[in-house]
């Protein structure tokens, strides 16, 4: 089969590979139908990752049709449409029994598909865990419509979740990449008083605007002042930093009223540092990721009511043996793209 592969840092290379076998009675063969990019991939290749293997086949991102299942599988039959999670988690261990799943103490927990095993960008993918890792797509979903169920969506849901959101609260969002519009998405669930979406790019601002007119839009050129002028306490009382630059780490703890909450969403190609001199007295609390990817039934539920729609986010679509034009694409951030969509032949 073809897969997309971790050769080396800085390279990336389509190769064949001999289609994945069961290992385990947890483990299920999936064929992919279609998969998609992330930054974690060019995190990856740029050797921000340290516990990616080389050799391994690329991509934590897709859905696809279940072709084989070991015996212990029961919530999943082969011939059934299927998201697959981000992460890998055995489902009983302290940290998934609370809700931890990045941490699952498995040697293969956490975000594995991708980093640490074969990925997705491929025709099949072996899924480890099976019960926990794949979930149903209802039939009146189509696959673009359930692609980022396992991953950034469920990154989105997760940093709303955690960021303890009230109607009372203005929000601010930094990014409006595929991750921040996620996370706008279901921080929209939560119906604050306000949201605040800060973006460099004016394409993404356009689109911001077009999709979401309700969203208040800003830039980072003198931010902290704009959220100041537009929030009741000094700042904004729950900030979500998706962007994942040094600029905009400073930016998420200086547009932070007092005893506000930031999470941090983003994934960081170099260390960032806390200025505890010049950040005492705010009081602030940081949560930070991974995202514990545990909800991506009750995601689909909202997909089905109409209450989640990330499907205007795919700009670009190209077949599995295309897969380079669509990496050169996404990293280089041509054509105004946001999303590709990569559908196997």
């Known amino acids: 089969m073809l897969a997309y592969t971790y050769v080396e840092k800085g390279k990336f290379e389509l190769r064949e590979k001999e289609k994945p076998m069961l290992r385990d009675e947890k483990d299920a063969i999936v064929k992919v139908t279609l998969s998609s990019i992330c930054t974690s991939d060019l995190h990856i ?3 921000s990752v340290p516990k990616a293997v080389p050799g391994i086949t690329v991509g934590h991102e897709m859905v696809g049709i279940v072709e084989q299942t070991g015996s212990e599988v029961k919530k999943v039959k082969p011939g059934d449409r299927v998201t697959v999670n981000v992460e890998t ?4 261990c302290f940290f998934c029994r609370n809700g931890y799943v990045n941490n699952c103490t498995d040697k ?5 598909l991708g980093c640490r095993i074969d990925g997705g960008q491929a025709e099949y993918v072996r899924v480890p865990y099976a019960d926990q890792g794949l979930n ?3 039939e009146n979903v189509t696959d673009e419509q359930a692609l980022f169920v396992g991953d950034i969506l469920a990154t989105g849901f ?3 979740r955690i960021s303890e959101i009230k109607e009372e609260d203005t929000v601010l969002i930094l990014g409006a990449g595929p991750t921040g519009i996620c996370t706008l998405l279901c921080v929209m669930l939560k119906k604050p008083k306000r949201i605040i979406v800060c973006e460099k790019e004016k394409t993404r601002r356009e ?3 077009k999709h979401y007119p309700e969203v208040i839009l800003a830039e980072p050129e003198r931010l902290p002042e704009f959220v100041r002028e537009n929030s009741e306490h000094g700042g904004a009382d729950v900030v979500l930093e998706a962007a994942g630059t040094k600029d905009t780490f400073r930016l998420a703890w200086e547009c932070a009223r007092p005893n506000a909450i930031v999470t941090v969403v983003a994934l960081y190609d170099e260390a ?3 200025p505890l001199p010049e950040m005492y007295g705010k009081n602030l609390t940081f949560k930070t990721g ?4 545990c909800d991506c039934e009750e995601i689909l539920r909202l997909i089905v009511e109409g209450k989640i729609d990330t499907t205007p986010l795919i700009t670009h679509r190209y077949s599995l043996s295309h897969i380079e034009e669509a990496y050169d694409l996404f990293e280089n951030r041509k054509d105004n793209v946001i999303k590709t969509a990569v559908f196997t032949e």
């Open 45 to 47: 290749k740029h050797g």
């Open 89 to 92: 988690f055995c489902g009983k």
């Open 108 to 112: 293969d927990g956490g975000w594995a």
């Open 136 to 138: 149903v797509i209802p």
């Open 158 to 160: 997760w940093a709303a």
């Open 207 to 209: 689109f911001v605007r």
């Open 272 to 274: 960032q540092m806390l």
């Open 290 to 293: 991974g995202v514990d990817g």
